[in-house]
């Protein structure tokens, strides 16, 4: 069964920091374009950030920019996705993607239905 596992979520100050990790059962990611998205309530479902499968191409949206690094380990079968300087538009549920996509292709703005696999979500609370 091919899934993704999103774990590292939780509750934390305005300006704190969380670590999301995503990891790959029953595939591999080697080939797969990573992405994370998030969805806060009453909001539709936005790219964060993607990473191409040999971490060559990364792409962030504006509102993350210089505050989230996403990386990969592809020995792991992971993907990470480091967040600082929280704030409370942070929050909502993270959810990892994979999909095969072609370099052009690895922007966040690109097509959530481009992506194949998806994990769960995890939720990311950022509140005082």
């Known amino acids: 069964q091919f899934k993704l596992v999103e774990s590292g979520g939780g509750l934390v100050q305005p300006g704190g920091a969380l670590t999301l990790s995503c990891t790959a059962f029953?595939?591999?990611?080697?080939?797969?374009?990573l992405g994370w998205f998030r969805q806060a309530p009453g909001k539709e479902r936005e790219g964060v950030s993607c990473?191409?499968?040999?971490?060559?191409?990364?792409d962030y949206a504006d509102s993350v920019k210089g505050r989230f690094i996403i990386s990969r380990d592809n020995a792991k079968n992971t993907v990470y996705l480091q967040m600082n300087s929280l704030k409370p538009e942070d929050t909502g549920l993270y959810y990892c993607?994979?999909?095969?996509?072609?370099?052009?292709?690895?922007?966040?703005?690109?097509?959530?239905?481009?992506?194949?696999?998806w994990g769960r979500g995890t939720q990311v609370t950022v509140s005082s």
């Open positions: 993607a994979a999909g095969l996509l072609d370099e052009d292709r690895v922007v966040v703005a690109t097509s959530l239905f481009d992506y194949t696999y």
């Open positions: 029953g595939f591999t990611v080697d080939y797969y374009t």
């Open positions: 990473i191409s499968d040999n971490g060559g191409i990364i």
